[in-house]
């Protein structure tokens, strides 16, 4: 399955967005699978977790769940 998710950051705040993947799609994909452009950086990976790092604006992720 899929896993999508819309989130509002306020202005002159800074998030940290924990998107459920799958470890193989992101390995062979990499972040931009997920979600491209400015004003998102990805962070790291945590427990089948991609974490971005995100500033203020509206923003979609998607990505592939863990089998």
Same mark, same amino acid.
């Given at each position: %399955? =899929?896993?999508?998710? $819309? ?9 940290? &967005? #924990? &998107?459920?993947?799958? $470890?193989?799609? @992101?390995? !062979?994909?990499?972040?931009? #699978?997920?979600?491209? %452009? /400015?004003?998102? *950086? @990805? !962070?790291?990976?945590? !427990? %089948? #977790? &991609?974490?971005?790092? &995100? /500033?203020? %604006?509206? =923003?979609?992720? *998607?990505? $592939?769940?863990? *089998?």
């Amino acid at each position: %399955g =899929y896993f999508a998710l $819309k989130v509002a950051i306020p202005v002159n705040t800074i998030a940290t &967005v #924990y &998107v459920p993947s799958d $470890k193989q799609e @992101f390995t !062979d994909e990499g972040p931009d #699978y997920i979600h491209t %452009g /400015d004003h998102v *950086r @990805f !962070d790291r990976l945590e !427990d %089948g #977790y &991609v974490v971005f790092e &995100v /500033d203020s %604006g509206a =923003y979609e992720f *998607r990505s $592939k769940l863990p *089998r």
